[in-house]
């Protein structure tokens, strides 16, 4: 692994465990429950990070198939999903998402990472490296909001271990 894509790595590892500890106890029930008529819920949060992770992927190279059947594809908001992905099925597809990335990011070299990005972040590093850090404190932000989901549905806290 090149020195600099250690702490893109890192970052990685990191959030992927918090992600899959913000879904360990997780049912289907609670996963769609809203604490308001103005919030979403754990299971949208949760398809919405596996969803940027695929796009982070497949930007890298990664072939991953369609998401959850192409089910969210269109959504931008809560009131248009029709049917929220099991915990199951968000889970896998974090998997799968998440080893893609690690196996791609390792390869990355600093010309690519001085590259383009597919998309401009608020960073200002606005070279393809920034943006993979921008998309991994996305993750954070979103893993936050997780973990206090889960507590305020009465789970335990989001261990970090």
């Known amino acids: 692994m090149a020195p600099t894509t250690h702490p893109l790595a ?10 899959e500890r913000c879904l360990d106890g997780l049912d289907d029930a609670t996963a769609v429950r809203r604490p308001s008529g103005l919030t979403n819920n754990m299971a949208l949060v949760a398809a919405h990070l596996v969803d940027a992770r695929y796009f982070i992927a497949r930007h890298l190279g990664a072939s991953l198939g369609p998401l959850f059947g192409g089910a969210l594809d269109e959504v931008t908001s809560i009131e248009q999903v029709e049917e929220f992905p099991a915990v199951e099925e968000i889970r896998g597809a974090w998997e799968l998402a998440s080893n893609a990335l690690a196996a791609l990011i390792p390869t990355l070299g600093p010309e690519e990472l001085g590259g383009e990005p597919p998309v401009q972040s608020p960073s200002s590093d606005s070279t393809l490296g920034g943006w993979i850090q921008f998309m991994m404190l996305h993750e954070m932000y979103h893993i936050g909001q997780l973990a206090f989901l889960r507590r305020l549905f009465g789970l335990a806290a989001m261990r970090w271990s």
């Open 10 to 19: 890192a970052m990685l590892k990191l959030n992927t465990r918090l992600f």
